[in-house]
């Protein structure tokens, strides 16, 4: 089955770190790039990190740079996104997805995870 | 970075009637425009890509139009499933650049 399962969400105090885990099965996961998108409650989609097929290429959002890394092991199927210096404003649900087509980074998503939820307060 | 703008935030329409949504661009995007539909607790599904190509599985009754700044999303004949939050979506090749909209709302009238 094509699926995208995100973990590692979970209940984290302002200034600490937390890292997300999708295992992604049932296609050739090192054929696509990746992305991390983000949901805070009540509010729209924001895209926040995306990584190449191989790993050699990493983009982020402003709100993001210099605090979160992405990042993938192709061996496993898996992408990563390590979050450090956590804000309140970080908190929503967080999805991977996959990118449609197999050429370049930037482009439109057909799978998706359910979600894992971060959530930032003391 | 390209922002990318929603309207209406709302949009209110009986069943059986057509919807149009609208999404505009800070600047071209080319046909380089995705619309998604979200249920509540629910993940984003693709609807639309380059613009104006369904995706695998999506009703003929959804179709997508425009290019450059201004795109549209129509539903031509609601059914009670399409009632969801609907979000347009750039994806800029160079630099590698993707922007969401805020998303429009679609209630039952």
């Known amino acids: 089955e094509v699926q995208l399962l995100e973990s590692g969400g979970g209940l984290v105090q302002p200034g600490g770190s937390l890292r997300l885990s999708c295992a992604a099965s049932?296609?050739?996961?090192?054929?696509?790039?990746m992305s991390w998108v983000r949901q805070a409650p009540g509010k729209g989609l924001e895209w926040v990190s995306a990584?190449?097929?191989?790993?050699?290429?990493?983009y982020y959002a402003d709100s993001v740079k210099g605090r979160f890394t992405i990042s993938r092991d192709n061996s496993k199927n898996t992408l990563y996104l390590q979050m450090n210096s956590l804000r309140a404003e970080d908190t929503a649900v967080y999805y991977c997805?996959?990118?449609?087509?197999?050429?370049?980074?930037?482009?439109?998503?057909?799978?998706w995870g359910r979600g894992t939820l971060v959530t930032v307060s003391s | 970075e390209i922002v990318m703008t929603q309207s209406p935030a709302t949009l209110s329409v009986s069943p059986g009637e057509r919807a149009t949504l609208s999404c505009r661009a800070s600047?071209?995007?080319?046909?380089?425009l995705a619309w998604y539909q979200q249920k509540p607790g629910q993940a984003p599904r693709l609807l639309i890509y380059?613009?104006?190509t369904r995706a695998t599985g999506i009703p003929a009754r959804f179709s997508g139009s425009g290019s450059g700044t201004e795109f549209t999303l129509t539903i031509s004949s609601l059914q009670s499933e399409d009632f969801a939050v609907y979000y347009c979506?750039?994806?800029?090749?160079?630099?590698?650049?993707?922007?969401f909209g805020q998303g429009t709302r679609l209630e039952i009238k």
């Open positions: 997805a996959k990118k449609a087509s197999e050429e370049g980074v930037s482009g439109y998503f057909d799978l």
């Open positions: 049932g296609f050739t996961f090192s054929s696509y790039a």
């Open positions: 990584i190449s097929g191989s790993g050699g290429s990493t």
């Open positions: 600047q071209s995007v080319s046909s380089n």
């Open positions: 380059g613009a104006s």
């Open positions: 979506q750039q994806y800029n090749n160079w630099p590698p650049s993707i922007t």
